[in-house]
């Protein structure tokens, strides 16, 4: 299914003229540099097709084949390749990489001569071989514009090189009409191909795809050439093992790397997976999907205006009709033992995405800070103030994932998301204000959360004694957790007034006990109140205090000796919303 939906997108873009996706046989590739040759085959000169940054422009070359193990070096690509292959210049001065880089060469030239010799009409490929016979690569090393650009290529940068005529924009590669002839040479092996149930000459090998491992890794992949495994007891070997016609590896596997551009389409990763997302047509939300659940510096309106036209769209019925009833793909990729694994896939209308992705928003609406500027969470934003000490790299990979998925099927988030986010209140969190850093236990992600967390898991499972909880403060709340959470924050507040300018309060101390253990915390604090109550001068303050105390304590019977994790919750958000309606009821104040 995967595949075929691959398929699928790359014959979509085929189609469309404008898309500039490669045709069959043909790759886009980063060239960092061309050789400017006449049409006898001179040396003429270098070209940088490089800006500042290093980052090459790109050109349609023959697809290259997928090479690894000792004998790489005798597989080069057709009319471009790194500089090792193309001018023999090794890696680094050693014999090895030296003798390598020869060898590498060597290959190379002797595949121009041979296609010089079959194809003797073409002046591009015999002026490429004239400068492999009259050894005019020794005049490139040797040129100080070789010399020059070497110097400035990063440590590690693969070098990839062409050809190209003087005074001419393209490549000599780009004017031949090569490839399916020397597909047509090779040794066949036909068999039914697994994505579209034909006869065809199958692939031995699968095309490498980059972005989502440290280097290119094929999806489909069997490391098998000898026959001598269990996977291979009928005789078939290589990727023979799955059946895929040479046509329909290509297009799934461009169809993927296209996904997989960021220059394309706008990059997504969840944890320690690359995300890619299509639909089976033109849709508001192949374009608006990566936005919905990532910050972009670069276009940091970008996640306002994509939440704006997934509401826009279910407002006016487009997620419906006509883009809704299209199939919208999202797979997950992570790198496993230099190869590509599926971690997550994900397939349904735009109707049901759309609607599950703004179920996902309602849920996470909660009352926030003056200087709150975003009108929604992102993604990783949620994800990265759950994790250790709040940063990006302490995110639990199955909890990203599981956190995503459920977003998109429209399940309850995954439980060990809840504990996470109570971990972190317990901890305490760093937070940067106007008035300097502080450090806080319930900050507006971990609050909207928590209460997104606790109403999507009582809608799958139904209890009479939950009442949904609000985005503000609700006195009515019947959750001893919520209304605990309320008193810690009322607490706290009186302790402020009494004592200006604190630098600590009950919340560094006590807020993990009582969240847990009430009952070891709570007797006492409410005798360190009375301390604190004469020492607020406003007596009509003390009395607003007084009775909202009284209204508090009023909701429940007892400090019960234990909260469970979802009574911890509701503790955190009830702590929230008080603190929340101080503030807004203190600048009311002001403004009356």
């Known amino acids: 299914m995967i595949l075929q939906a691959l398929k699928e997108y790359y014959d979509r873009k085929a189609d469309d003229p404008e ?4 045709p069959e046989g043909w ?6 540099a061309l050789l400017r040759i006449t049409g006898s085959g001179e040396f003429v000169s270098i070209e940088s097709m490089v800006d500042n940054n290093f980052r090459a422009t790109k050109f349609l070359v ?35 990489d030296r003798t390598m880089a020869q060898k590498q060469r060597e290959h190379f030239a002797a595949q121009v001569v041979e ?13 490429v071989a004239d400068f492999y016979r009259n050894e005019k690569f020794n005049d490139v090393l040797r040129s100080n514009e070789w010399q020059a650009f070497v110097s400035n290529v990063p440590a590690n940068k693969t070098l990839n090189m062409s050809f190209s005529f003087v005074g001419e924009q393209r490549l000599i590669v780009e004017s031949l009409d090569l490839v399916n002839n020397d597909e047509a040479s090779e040794k066949e092996i036909r068999g039914i191909c697994l994505i579209t149930g034909e006869e065809a000459v199958l692939a031995e090998l699968n095309s490498p795809i980059g972005g989502v491992t440290q280097k290119p890794a094929p999806l489909v992949s069997i490391n098998d050439k000898t026959g001598g495994t269990s996977f291979s007891s009928y005789g078939k070997t290589q990727c023979y093992n799955s059946p895929i016609s040479k046509s329909s590896a290509f297009r799934y596997s461009t169809a ?3 996904l997989l551009d960021p220059e394309k389409v706008p990059s997504l990763r969840v944890g320690d997976m ?6 089976g047509g033109r849709s508001w939300l192949e374009n608006e999907f990566s936005f919905l659940f990532q910050e972009s510096e670069i276009k940091p309106e970008a996640g306002a205006r994509a939440v704006k036209s997934l509401y826009d769209s279910i407002k006016n019925g487009a997620y ?26 994900h397939d349904g209308t735009i109707a049901e995405m759309a609607c599950h992705i703004q179920q996902h928003f309602d849920d996470l609406e909660m009352i926030r800070h003056d200087y709150e500027k975003t009108h929604h969470y992102p993604l990783w934003r949620l994800l990265c103030n759950v994790a250790p000490q709040g940063e990006s790299k302490n995110v639990p990979p199955n909890i990203a994932a599981d956190f995503f998925a459920s977003i998109l099927v429209g399940v309850p988030y995954p439980a060990s998301l809840l504990q996470a986010a109570i971990r972190r209140t317990h901890a305490g969190i760093k937070r940067k204000t106007k008035a300097g850093e502080t450090r806080e236990r319930v900050i507006p992600e971990i609050a909207a959360l928590l209460k997104a967390y606790l109403n999507r898991y009582h809608r799958v499972h139904p209890n009479p004694n939950h009442k949904e909880i609000q985005m503000s403060l609700d006195t009515s709340q019947p959750s001893i957790g919520y209304q605990l959470g309320r008193l810690f924050a009322t607490l706290e507040k009186i302790q402020e007034e009494a004592n200006r300018g604190i630098n600590a309060t009950i919340r560094e101390r006590f807020y993990g006990a009582a969240c847990s253990t009430p009952v070891v915390v709570f007797a006492n604090l409410m005798r360190l109140k009375n301390h604190h109550l004469p020492k607020i001068g406003n007596r009509g303050r003390v009395i607003n205090f007084e009775r909202l105390l009284a209204e508090i304590v009023g909701r429940f019977d007892d400090f019960p000796a234990h909260l469970d994790l979802h009574e911890q ?6 702590y929230y919303h008080q603190r929340q309606d101080f503030f807004t009821r203190k600048n009311d104040s002001e403004n009356s």
């Open 27 to 32: 790759e886009s590739r980063e060239i960092h």
């Open 274 to 279: 690359r995300i890619a997302y299509w639909s």
């Open 62 to 96: 023959p697809q290259g084949r997928y090479r690894s193990g000792q004998k790489a070096y005798a597989m080069p690509f057709l009319l471009w390749d790194h500089c090792g292959f193309v001018l023999g210049h090794p890696k680094s001065s050693s014999h090895d």
């Open 320 to 345: 419906i009709y006509p883009d809704g009833r299209q199939r919208f793909y999202v797979l997950g990729m992570a790198p496993n033992s230099g190869r590509i694994a599926i971690k997550s896939w």
């Open 256 to 258: 993927l790397k296209r």
């Open 19 to 22: 898309s500039g996706i490669a």
């Open 115 to 127: 296609y010089s010799e079959k194809y003797p009409d073409n002046q591009g490929i015999k002026a």
């Open 569 to 574: 919750g509701r503790f955190a958000i009830g």
